[in-house]
């Protein structure tokens, strides 16, 4: 089945795609099967969770933890109160009383996870396994699990498949796989980008649907914003980092009461930073594609609508998202957005690029200059590294959405001054993003031990 737009944009809870919301996706979904299944549901009385590799590396500071707990309670990300929640992990690890899918009391408590920071299953470096025990400290049931990027969760038995199996049943060509389809699905049919990717979502969707759908992506994102911009004060995690968003948006807004174009780009980071300053602090953003560039699509996309004149802004919002979940599937299937596995360049590189495509067709670029746009976003992130200091998605990771935000706009604006000829291809820049995310050590690929994450607060890193 094809990826769909709202596959790359999920509401969720910060501060990570693949360390929170997957965790928490996968949490809920073993719950759910061990008390289901008429065979083991009876005979269980406990749990137990080992993390691997990456997910155990950041644990801590990403939330994945907490994360696992609410999961196994039954919550999702997209409705789940993140305070609440995690007021609700606090008690569970002072007096127990975990309630395993919101019914069954269990031991477990948050500290009772097992993390195995330098095991890497084979599959993925996000790899968790849940353990059902029976009342004798029995294995019932076993679950191996892998959190492979913007909240995309895959069991163990299907990690040997694509992450989308692509058929073309009833669509004809309009169901492409790669940039170069894409680009011959637009040119056969004299469509936009937005329109091939409309065909693919009427699938699943009717046109209200869809478009009901994009536009509730696109008042999260927009709330998101509105939240960072009047929200100070300090994040969480010890690291002591002060929330900019608030008072630089009282002083830009007194320089620039009409939001004039010479501030544009201001703007854009302003929003940047306010989004990724509340998924820093474990509030509610939308995964786009992951959560640690959850800024950049909704700084551009607001950007789009503020400044392009003449246009509806959610018209401008449906076609943004859909131009930008098109670019985006091509890089899950493809390649990766997971920061475990290719480093930052697979987070803001595949954000930056899903930016700049959709802002080029926004301001009326052809087919051929929005995959123009795409490539060259991507090809300025070429092996950016995730390298968190602390384990929190902080520093560099904010100001590095707002860098990838004015970055996007750039290569739109390159893209449409050419013909929408270029030398290398989407699909080539995708394909050397995978080959050099493999190529990168495990240092630099969010362990916390490499990169700004030890020169910046240095500590004892372990052999890898």
Not at 374 to 393: F, K, Q, R, S, W
């Amino acid at each position: 089945m094809s990826i769909s737009t709202f596959d790359m944009f999920k509401i969720g809870i910060g501060p990570s795609s693949s360390h929170t919301v997957g965790p928490m996706r996968a949490a809920a979904q073993f719950a759910r099967e061990v008390l289901e299944d008429e065979l083991t549901g009876p005979r269980v009385a406990d749990v137990a969770v080992d993390l691997y590799g990456s997910l155990a590396a950041t644990g801590e500071g990403h939330g994945t933890l907490d994360a696992v707990v609410m999961g196994l309670e039954g919550a999702d990300p997209e409705d789940v109160d993140p305070i609440a929640g995690r007021e609700r992990v606090a008690r569970i690890e002072a007096d127990g009383g975990l309630l395993l899918n919101g019914t069954l009391e269990v031991g477990l408590r948050p500290s009772r996870i097992a993390l195995h920071p330098l095991t890497f299953l084979p599959q993925h470096p996000n790899g968790m396994t849940f353990v059902a025990l029976d009342a004798r400290g029995e294995e019932v049931l076993r679950r191996t699990m892998f959190s492979v990027g913007g909240g995309f969760v895959v069991d163990e038995a299907d990690m040997d498949r694509s992450i989308a199996e692509v058929t073309a049943e009833g669509q004809g060509r309009t169901v492409f796989t790669t940039g170069d389809e894409l680009l011959a699905v637009c040119e056969d049919r004299g469509i936009s980008v937005s329109e091939a990717m409309l065909l693919r979502e009427r699938q699943w969707r009717s046109d209200e649907e869809i478009r009901s759908a994009a536009l509730a992506i696109w008042h999260t994102m927009s709330d998101c914003i509105e939240r960072g911009i009047r929200t100070p004060g300090v994040l969480p995690g010890g690291l002591e980092v002060n929330r900019r968003a608030a008072a630089w948006y009282d002083a830009l807004s007194a320089e620039d009461p009409v939001r004039l174009p010479m501030n544009a780009f201001e703007w854009v980071s302003l929003a940047a930073l306010a989004v990724n300053e509340e998924n820093a602090a474990g509030g509610r953003v939308v995964t786009a594609p992951t959560n640690g560039a959850a800024g950049i699509i909704p700084a551009v996309l607001h950007f789009a609508t503020t400044y392009i004149e003449g246009v509806d802004p959610d018209e401008i919002a449906v076609r943004f998202l859909l131009t930008a979940g098109a670019i985006g599937s091509l890089y899950k299937e493809h390649a990766s957005i997971s920061g475990a596995e290719v480093g930052c360049q697979g987070e803001v590189g595949s954000a930056c690029s899903m930016a700049a495509a959709a802002l080029c067709e926004a301001m009326g670029g052809k087919p051929a200059q929005v995959e123009n746009a795409a490539e060259i976003a991507m090809e300025h992130n070429l092996g950016l590294t995730c390298d968190p200091v602390g384990g929190l998605v902080q520093v560099p990771c904010i100001e590095r959405n707002a860098m990838a935000a004015v970055k996007a706009i750039t290569a739109a604006r390159f893209a449409l001054r050419g013909t929408g000829e270029h030398f290398v291809s989407l699909d080539t820049v995708i394909e050397t993003m995978r080959r050099t995310g493999a190529d990168m050590s495990e240092r630099y690929k969010e362990t916390a031990m490499g990169g700004l994450a030890v020169t910046a607060v240095p500590v004892s890193v372990p052999d890898c």
